[in-house]
């Protein structure tokens, strides 16, 4: 079993930072690749990075891309992402996710393992 635990949502003004982490236990080495989702209210769930534990690139949608940073730290088993030039589009409740896969992928459905989500809240 693996276990993903998100933190560090919350409420930001726009233009403003929050850094996310997540902790991955359990049979740790079961993922390749860490994600991170994120799904708003009346939307489907978005790709946002990944990332590999064993170095080599990453990957951002195009949405975050020169805002947003995935970085993982192997001896924690944490994975984290810093949000820069937050905007209201950027609200949504955000997933950390592991893939059992070979390469990398932007689909949530071929990742295998999810935590229960931070929320993250931009005001105008």
């Known amino acids: 079993q693996v276990q993903l635990v998100e933190s560090g949502g919350g409420l930001v003004q726009a233009g403003g930072s929050l850094r996310l982490s997540c902790v991955v236990s359990?049979?740790?080495?079961?993922?390749?690749?860490m994600g991170w989702f994120r799904q708003a209210p009346g939307k489907d769930r978005e790709f946002v990075a990944v990332?590999?534990?064993?170095?080599?690139?990453?990957y951002y949608a195009e949405s975050v891309k020169g805002r947003f940073l995935i970085s993982r730290d192997n001896a924690k088993n944490t994975v984290i992402l810093q949000m820069n030039s937050l905007t209201p589009e950027d609200t949504a409740l955000y997933y950390c996710?592991?893939?059992?896969?070979?390469?990398?992928?932007?689909?949530?459905?071929?990742?295998?393992?999810w935590g229960q989500g931070t929320q993250v809240t931009v005001s105008s």
């Open positions: 990332i590999s534990w064993s170095g080599g690139r990453a």
């Open positions: 359990g049979r740790t080495f079961s993922s390749n690749f």
């Open positions: 996710a592991g893939r059992r896969g070979a390469d990398y992928s932007s689909r949530w459905l071929a990742y295998d393992y």
